[in-house]
């Protein structure tokens, strides 16, 4: 080799070394010389070690939420470059966190950014798992077989019932504060029999009555477990 200073063992095993001199790898073993690698191969084996590195890094970022990657996937794998392909994981793990912070309710490992919109998406026996405090100007409806699990944060309203169970099979509201925001009557009102709605650790704070039960639900169980 004409300039030694370049000389960068890449691995070094049984006798067997892997140098990079300028760029080129060469294999260097019992006294001989050979190249197994040109600089283009060298430098486009880099890039695809980085882009897989990175594309694992994006996947693991969306931690137990079920969100698709797919474009930030493609984003990278089109970077030319090791920079690029940094400045991109680094623009999808961003995206991918605000989109995290955005929930506000969860039903599975699937994450939405409205309450209604998970109760809409959610199917018999599910459970909707709020992410944070939550503020609505409509009853929020009941109509299912499912639970609503609070996750210890508080649901204010300030519409005229703050939910409205209208479900013929049972209803689980757990792990809840309900506030009445604006002289709400109402924070649970069961409108349809028979119903079994169950209340554990719920509490209701402002209004005139906790849960009621309408006329057209009369022989509905509630069964209440703070």
């Known amino acids: 080799f004409e ?6 063992v890449v691995i070094s095993v049984n006798n067997i070394n892997l140098v990079n001199v300028g760029g080129y790898v060469y294999e260097v073993s019992n006294g001989y010389i050979n190249i197994i690698e040109t600089k283009g191969q060298f430098e486009a084996r ?4 980085a882009k897989e590195v990175a594309k694992a890094e994006i996947i693991a970022s969306t931690g137990s939420y079920s969100i698709d990657v797919e ?11 090791i920079e690029a392909v940094e400045t991109a994981k680094i623009e999808a ?9 955005s929930y506000v309710a969860l039903v599975g490992n699937v994450g939405y ?5 998970a109760l809409n998406a959610a199917q018999a026996g599910d459970v909707v798992t709020l992410l944070n405090n939550v503020e609505l100007t409509t009853a929020l409806v009941l109509d299912k077989e499912i639970t609503l699990d609070g996750n210890g944060y508080t649901l204010t309203s300030t519409a005229d019932r703050a939910i409205n169970v209208n479900c013929a099979k049972e209803v689980t509201i757990k792990n809840l504060t309900i506030v009445n925001g604006s002289n709400v009557e109402r924070a649970i009102n069961v409108i349809q029999k028979p119903a079994t709605l169950v209340i554990d650790n719920v509490e209701a704070e402002g209004f005139k009555y906790a849960i009621n039960v309408a006329a057209s639900a009369k022989g509905s169980l509630i069964e209440i477990n703070n």
């Not at 300039?3 to 960068?8: A, G, H, M, R, S």
């Open 93 to 101: 793990i961003e995206a991918i966190e605000a989109t995290i912070a």
């Open 3 to 8: 300039d030694y200073t370049n000389i960068e």
């Open 113 to 117: 950014t409205s309450v209604v919109n």
């Open 71 to 81: 474009e930030y996937l493609i984003a990278v794998e089109a970077c030319e470059t």
């Open 46 to 49: 880099e890039l695809a070690v």
